[in-house]
Nanobody
Framework: QVQLVESGGGLVQPGGSLRLSCAVS????????MGWYRQAPGKQRELVAS???????NYADSVKGRFTISRDNAKNTVYLQMNSLKPEDAAVYCC????????WGQGTQVTVSS
């Protein structure tokens, strides 16, 4: 079973930045696209960013220009750099394989408040 461990969340003021990390167990990481998802209270989980095995990225319109997804295949880790954070970005952020969803990790909480 693949394990996903998210970290890096926290409390920031509007306009601040956070860098999330997702460590993936096993040796198959480099063979699949990876994505970051978020779910705020009372809302559906949404895919906010993804990156293919070749490094092609896609972003939800709500985060485009502010978030950057990247991956380090040697470390089996995917990152989400979040800049210019807004209160509406507050959510639990999780990582997974968009084309082959595995067991969800616990996620990491991002809170944006002044």
């Amino acid at each position: 079973q693949v394990q996903l461990v998210e970290s890096g969340g926290g409390l920031v003021q509007p306009g601040g930045s956070l860098r999330l990390s997702c460590a993936v167990s096993g040796s198959i990481f480099s063979f699949y696209a990876m994505g970051w998802y978020r779910q705020a209270p009372g809302k559906q989980r949404e895919l906010v960013a993804s990156i293919t095995t070749g490094g092609t990225t896609n972003y939800a319109d709500s985060v485009k220009g502010r978030f950057t997804i990247s991956r380090d295949n040697a470390k089996n880790t995917v990152y989400l750099q979040m800049n210019s954070l807004k209160p509406e970005d507050a959510a639990v952020y999780c990582c997974n394989f968009p084309n082959y969803i595995r067991n969800w990790g616990q996620g990491t909480q991002v809170t944006v408040s002044s």
